[in-house]
């Protein structure tokens, strides 16, 4: 007796399309997910390696830090220092970050220690400290380095080792 075998085949695209077997729907299965797995590790690669970090490693402490922040800027206020802060090139490679610190009746102050660094705004891991150096009676002035762009400014006044002026400002370095 004659055997009798029927197969059941699909063609895609009409007629003369290809034969869909269970090899391609495996072929194509196996892909399809081969491409997703590689554009997660990809993009979870560029997600780990370009996030610098959360600002402060217990918000608690932040929220108890404020009262004292707070008071330190009142504090500040009452002072009524006068700080003006620039950038500027003069000619040089790197742009010069200066500040000018005058009191109430814009007189220059006097022993006062700078320190500060420049905070990039999206990565923390960029900041640069700087080094200040006193060129006169409450100015002082600090290189850049090779810092382009937007940076802030985080500055820090003291006097007698007891800090008396913080402030925060956006630069601008080309």
Request: one cysteine or more.
């Amino acid at each position: 007796m004659a055997e009798i075998r029927a197969t059941m085949t699909t063609r895609c695209g009409g007629a003369e399309g290809r034969e869909v077997t269970g090899r391609t729907v495996f072929v194509c299965l196996v892909t399809f997910f081969a491409i997703i797995t590689a554009v997660n590790a990809v993009m979870m690669t560029a997600a780990i390696t370009t996030f610098g970090g959360v600002e402060t490693a217990s918000s608690y402490q932040a929220g108890l830090a404020f009262a004292r922040q707070n008071a330190a800027v009142l504090e500040q206020d009452r002072l009524g220092w006068q700080v003006v802060v620039g950038a500027r090139s003069d000619g040089a490679v790197t742009p010069v970050i200066e500040i000018i610190a005058r009191d109430r009746a814009n007189e220059p102050l006097f022993g006062l220690q700078a320190s500060g660094r420049l905070a990039h705004p999206m990565d923390k891991r960029a900041d640069r400290v700087l080094a200040w150096r006193e060129t006169g009676t409450g100015v002082f002035r600090a290189d850049s380095g090779r810092a382009v762009g937007q940076w802030d400014l985080v500055i820090e006044l003291s006097q007698d080792g007891v800090l008396k002026f913080r402030s925060r400002n956006r630069l601008t370095l080309r």
